[in-house]
């Protein structure tokens, strides 16, 4: 054994500082450890409030409470993350931000969906293009397409509504096929196939279907026209199929 090291250090009052301060924070890591896992598992800080926040229109304020309890741990040691997943999973409850709030309260304010449109017969999607499911209780428009493409038809749709607004006309269904091919279907019946984006977008058709809108189908009497079926996918013009019409 090599006590020449062992004395050196007993008698260099440095070495002996350095060796007492390792030892006192060592000591003090161990007590806040044992503080902390005291503090975690302790009775004596339960959660007893839980408080739902946001303007609710769909969602259920109880079924929020109710899904938040039951996580165990007290106030410290509750898992906001899974308090956030489980609310999360309430319908219509789009995100929700959670935070603890001395002494015994959690509060939770939530973001609801808001519905912008029907997503074909099983689904909604919201405003920010969103798939969800919600019953639908009111009269949306409807969308489809391939799976992944909400936020593409939604925005779609959006820009569609504005193009047709001087015609004082809204569309009904938006639908993208798997060939990412265009149609629309209007509230009064008009559908209009608009084909693909290639050197002219989809929206370049819609918007000089809608200049010459006027002069041409909309000189009509629409009861005889019987809602035409109109294509668009011309360079110069479109084709427009009339149910009872020949010729």
Same mark, same amino acid.
């Given at each position: 054994?090599?006590?020449?090291?062992?004395?050196?250090?007993?008698?260099?009052?440095?070495?002996?500082?350095?060796?007492?301060?390792? =030892?006192?924070?060592?000591?003090? =890591?161990?007590?806040?450890?044992?503080? *902390?896992?005291?503090?975690?598992?302790?009775?004596?800080?339960? $959660?007893?409030?839980?408080?739902?926040?946001?303007?609710?229109?769909?969602?259920? @304020?109880?079924?929020?409470?109710?899904?938040?309890?039951?996580?165990?741990?007290?106030?410290?040691?509750?898992?906001?993350?899974?308090?956030?997943?489980?609310? /999360?999973?309430?319908? %219509?409850?789009?995100?929700?931000?959670?935070?603890?709030? %001395?002494?015994?309260?959690? &509060?939770?304010?939530?973001?609801?969906?808001?519905?912008?449109?029907?997503?074909?017969? &099983?689904?909604? $999607?919201? #405003?920010?293009?969103?798939?969800?499911?919600?019953?639908? #209780?009111? /009269?949306?428009?409807?969308?489809?397409?391939?799976?992944?493409? /909400?936020?593409?038809?939604? @925005?779609?749709?959006? @820009?569609?509504?504005?193009? *047709?607004?001087?015609?004082? !006309?809204?569309?009904?269904?938006?639908?993208?096929?798997?060939?990412?091919?265009?149609?629309?279907?209007?509230?009064?019946?008009? #559908? =209009? !196939? *608009?084909?693909?984006?290639?050197?002219?977008? $989809?929206?370049?058709?819609?918007? @000089?279907?809608? #200049?010459?809108?006027?002069?041409?189908?909309?000189?009509?009497?629409?009861?005889?026209?019987?809602?035409?079926?109109?294509?668009?996918?011309?360079?110069?013009?479109?084709? =427009?199929?009339?149910?009872?019409?020949?010729?």
């Amino acid at each position: 054994m090599n006590f020449t090291g062992m004395k050196f250090m007993w008698d260099n009052p440095r070495q002996l500082n350095i060796a007492a301060n390792l =030892l006192f924070g060592v000591a003090a =890591l161990l007590a806040c450890a044992a503080s *902390l896992r005291l503090l975690l598992n302790s009775p004596l800080f339960p $959660v007893r409030e839980i408080v739902v926040q946001g303007a609710l229109k769909k969602a259920q @304020r109880a079924d929020l409470e109710h899904a938040a309890r039951g996580l165990g741990g007290n106030f410290f040691a509750v898992d906001l993350r899974a308090v956030r997943a489980r609310l /999360e999973q309430v319908p %219509w409850v789009r995100c929700v931000e959670v935070r603890r709030v %001395w002494p015994d309260r959690l &509060e939770a304010v939530v973001e609801e969906h808001v519905a912008l449109a029907r997503w074909g017969d &099983e689904a909604l $999607v919201n #405003t920010f293009g969103e798939r969800f499911s919600g019953k639908n #209780t009111e /009269e949306l428009p409807m969308l489809a397409g391939p799976a992944g493409s /909400e936020a593409l038809v939604a @925005r779609r749709y959006r @820009r569609f509504t504005e193009l *047709l607004a001087p015609l004082g !006309e809204s569309s009904e269904h938006v639908i993208l096929s798997p060939r990412h091919a265009w149609q629309v279907k209007l509230a009064s019946g008009l #559908t =209009l !196939e *608009l084909g693909r984006d290639g050197a002219e977008t $989809v929206e370049a058709r819609l918007a @000089r279907f809608v #200049t010459v809108f006027p002069d041409t189908l909309g000189r009509l009497r629409r009861d005889a026209a019987h809602f035409p079926h109109v294509d668009l996918r011309y360079p110069n013009g479109f084709a =427009l199929r009339v149910a009872g019409w020949k010729g």
